[in-house]
Nanobody, 111 residues
Framework: VQLVESGGGLVQPGGSLRLSCAASGFTFSRYIMRWYRQAPGKERELVATITSGGGSTGYADSVKGRFTISRDNAKNTAYLQMNSLKPEDTAVYYC?????WGQGTQVTVSS
């Protein structure tokens, strides 16, 4: 059972990144997928959620209108498109499926 995030990096304020979460070892299409983030010294917070079929999504108020969660069940992959990034979006981003977690990918927004 594995979740592997990728796509993080350093980006300037106002820029964009697309995170990917590749799943293996379980039936991906049956699970709600979530993206969380954790900034230094802060608790881990839920950023976005997508239902198993992809028909419904939800977002934290802090990212609503800027981030988009999606999934491709044929590829066992979830995505987080992040636009109009702000310095306060700097964090390690994790994908989650029930009790399964990835290792995280660092996103740093700085000029």
């Amino acid at each position: 059972v594995q979740l592997v995030e990728s796509g993080g990096g350093l980006v300037q304020p106002g820029g964009s990144l697309r995170l990917s979460c590749a799943a293996s070892g379980f039936t991906f299409s049956r699970y709600i997928m979530r993206w969380y983030r954790q900034a230094p010294g802060k608790e881990r917070e839920l950023v976005a959620t997508i239902t198993s079929g992809g028909g419904s999504t939800g977002y934290a108020d802090s990212v609503k209108g800027r981030f988009t969660i999606s999934r491709d069940n044929a590829k066992n992959t979830a995505y987080l498109q992040m636009n109009s990034l702000k310095p306060e979006d700097t964090a390690v981003y994790y994908c989650n499926a029930n009790t399964r977690w990835g290792q995280g990918t660092q996103v740093t927004v700085s000029s």
